[in-house]
T-cell receptor, first 115, second 113 residues
Framework: AQKITQTQPGMFVQEKEAVTLDCTYDTSDQSYGLFWYKQPSSGEMIFLIYQGSYDEQNATEGRYSLNFQKARKSANLVISASQLGDSAMYFCAMREGVNNNDMRFGAGTRLTVKP | DSGVTQTPKHLITATGQRVTLRCSPRSGDLSVYWYQQSLDQGLQFLIQYYNGEERAKGNILERFSAQQFPDLHSELNLSSLELGDSALYFC????????????FGQGTRLTVV
């Protein structure tokens, strides 16, 4: 079964507007971490934001925020004031367990920012 | 720059051959992860090492193997290469086994012809 589900293969957003990229996850562990990465066309994977399962507040990093809804098992990424440079693939990922090991990734969402 | 170094950046080789991909983690990071990214399979976790020991294994083929050396650098060995092994291979590192982010290298693009 898929551990991480990103249901939006592609998204478009107008420059300067906000956009939400969806991510749902599946785990039976109480302790886990959720991550978002950005992969521009150049190929590198860039860490954006992290949310721990015990964190009560939603994580924020600059224009990125994570809308964490634990009961619904969702960890949506919100990008505010979109910029042309935000056009990229975005991956949601999860690490499970206290002594967690591998990080599993979703299929990704391709975001295109329109001028 | 993430601090994770992967070499080589590009590799072209023939079917049936064997290659070694190298990864130097960020200074102080004990965990190293290997991922394969292909168009049809997405980003697949292969294997993780922590302080020289294998920690977790994902969808790694038997033709593939890895190790982490005492200086914490890691190598991924791919043998009897097939066309379908063409992919971008990422190495990532993190401090330890707690819930922290992993930082990725630039990747090695392997093309098997």
């Amino acid at each position: 079964a898929q551990k991480i589900t990103q249901t939006q293969p592609g998204m478009f957003v107008q420059e300067k507007e906000a956009v939400t990229l969806d991510c749902t996850y599946d785990t039976s562990d109480q302790s886990y971490g959720l991550f978002w990465y950005k992969q521009p066309s150049s190929g590198e994977m860039i860490f954006l934001i992290y949310q721990g399962s015990y964190d009560e507040q939603n994580a924020t990093e600059g224009r990125y925020s994570l809308n964490f809804q634990k009961a619904r098992k969702s960890a949506n990424l919100v990008i505010s004031a979109s910029q042309l440079g935000d056009s990229a693939m975005y991956f949601c990922a999860m690490r499970e367990g206290v002594n967690n090991n591998d990080m599993r990734f979703g299929a990704g969402t391709r975001l295109t920012v329109k001028p | 720059d993430s601090g994770v170094t992967q070499t080589p950046k590009h590799l072209i080789t023939a079917t049936g051959q064997r290659v070694t991909l190298r990864c130097s983690p960020r200074s102080g990071d004990l965990s190293v992860y290997w991922y394969q990214q292909s168009l049809d399979q997405g980003l697949q976790f292969l294997i993780q090492y922590y302080n020289g020991e294998e920690r977790a294994k994902g969808n790694i083929l038997e033709r593939f193997s890895a190790q982490q050396f005492p200086d914490l650098h890691s190598e991924l060995n791919l043998s009897s290469l097939e066309l379908g092994d063409s992919a971008l291979y990422f190495c990532a590192s993190s401090v330890g086994v707690e819930n922290t982010e992993a930082f990725f290298g630039q990747g090695t693009r392997l093309t098997v012809v």
